[in-house]
């Protein structure tokens, strides 16, 4: 089990988060032990979850980069959960498990990916491992693939996503579900996917 147990479902007595589990249950992105865990403390469960999820799937980025440089983010912050879980409206588009190891690679010399793309994996990248360069200079770069909403579309979710992730390293926490769907406990889970994610 994670180090805070998740509330248990039929426990869960607000209807706005209840709404939010089943538009989490088809993403996929987070799983129900995440809405668990912070269900016990419903006022923020309800905020951080429409945030994470509209963060996500709303805006002019399009999704599948999002997924791309989310499962980016988790790798880089070693985390287990969030490296494993996929987003099915990412899969649906199109996304393969290819790609999102091309994404979690050397995106650079990787000839698949658009100049644009590399500069939204790369943001990525910079926020964490050398702040000091996304600077005027990086973000006038960005500027010729991004409309600045679109830079601050990304900016907040690579943030906010990271953050998250970090969090939930900390909590010891494994996907709900093994790859094929069905339902496992954390034990198992933690057998599926490993204790770590490092690259």
């Avoid at 589990?21 to 309800?46: M, S």
Wanted: proline share 6%.
């Amino acid at each position: 089990m994670p180090r805070i147990d998740p509330v248990p479902r039929e426990k869960i007595q607000d209807p706005d988060l209840a709404k939010l589990r089943e538009i989490c249950e088809d993403l996929q992105v987070p799983d129900d032990l995440f809405q668990g865990i912070l269900a016990r403390v419903p006022g923020y469960a309800k905020a951080l979850i429409e945030a994470m999820v509209m963060s996500h799937t709303q805006g002019g980025v399009d999704h599948k980069l999002k997924e791309i440089i989310r499962v980016r983010l988790a790798r880089t912050a070693r985390d287990p959960y969030f490296a494993n879980l996929r987003s099915r409206k990412a899969k649906r588009e199109g996304m393969t498990e290819e790609r999102v190891e091309a994404g979690s690679g050397d995106y650079e010399s990787d000839p698949s990916f658009t100049e644009a793309e590399k500069s939204a994996l790369r943001y990525a990248d910079r926020m964490y491992r050398d702040p000091k360069s996304v600077d005027a200079a990086f973000y006038d770069g960005m500027k010729k693939h991004y409309s600045e909403a679109q830079i601050m579309e990304l900016g907040t979710f690579i943030a906010f996503h990271y953050g998250m992730q970090v969090f939930m390293r900390t909590l010891r926490a494994f996907p709900a579900l093994d790859p094929d769907g069905n339902p496992v406990t954390q034990e198992r889970s933690e057998q599926i996917y490993g204790s770590e994610v490092g690259r």
